[in-house]
């Protein structure tokens, strides 16, 4: 088996639920239509990448949806918030015997399938990789081993996500490489800024 495994972290699509941000302006049944189309994005950017995948579910496993039975794992998230919930995705990940794992979620237009394999790449030769999100989180993070305090002491969602990460590596004394800055996809704003480009 191939020793590299994407973890795509991803929210089941149901009215009400997803995109919270974004339904407060535009209302649910827009941000679920909206929601629908970055998961096909996601979708069709990893589904040919040469490695092993993995969608992880906020909440129950659906084995009729976008996501190929043939060509991703599913599982479920494990714990209370974001954090604890990454961090055992990895830990399962690892676990399982991949050698380097990356995690997305499923926020990103701009993320390409160059980008997520570069995550890897990286890995040959530093410990981390990670992607900045403009907003101030990330967008992708890669591993060669799991790294609790990554997911430790963080407001998630807020714009102080990546520097506090980028802190966390630091302090560990790791080598890491910054990938291109991203929009994540999280108001109206941010959407409207897409369609405007």
Same mark, same amino acid.
């Given at each position: 088996?191939?020793?590299l495994l994407l973890i795509i972290f991803a929210k089941n699509p149901e009215l009400g639920k997803v995109k919270t941000r974004l339904s407060a302006t535009v =209302?649910?049944? #827009?941000?679920?239509? /909206?929601?629908?189309?970055? &998961?096909?994005? !996601?979708?069709? @950017? ?50 399982? =015997?991949?050698? #380097?794992?990356?995690? /997305?979620?499923?926020?990103? &237009?701009?993320? !390409?399938?160059? @980008? ?53 590596? #630091? ?7 910054? &990938?291109?800055?991203?929009?994540? @996809? ?12």
């Open positions: 088996m191939t020793k =209302g649910n049944q #827009k941000a679920l239509a /909206i929601y629908h189309t970055l &998961l096909s994005h !996601t979708c069709k @950017i990893t589904q040919p990448l040469n490695c092993e995948k993995a969608v992880f579910y906020s909440g129950y496993i659906d084995n009729e949806d976008i996501w190929d039975n043939t060509i991703y794992q599913k599982h479920t998230q494990e714990g209370d918030d974001l954090g604890i919930r990454m961090f055992n995705a990895f830990q399962k990940g690892f676990d399982m =015997g991949y050698e #380097k794992v990356s995690i /997305i979620g499923t926020d990103n &237009l701009e993320i !390409t399938a160059e @980008i997520i394999m570069r995550s890897f790449d990286v890995l040959e030769v530093k410990d981390i990789a990670v992607g900045p999100a403009k907003d101030g989180g990330y967008y992708l993070l890669s591993m060669k081993k799991n790294h609790d305090s990554f997911f430790k002491n963080k407001q998630w969602s807020t714009s102080s996500v990546f520097e506090n990460t980028l802190s966390d590596i #630091k302090a560990l004394h790791l080598s890491y490489e910054v &990938l291109p800055a991203l929009h994540d @996809i999280d108001t109206e704003e941010d959407w409207n800024k897409r369609l405007s480009k």
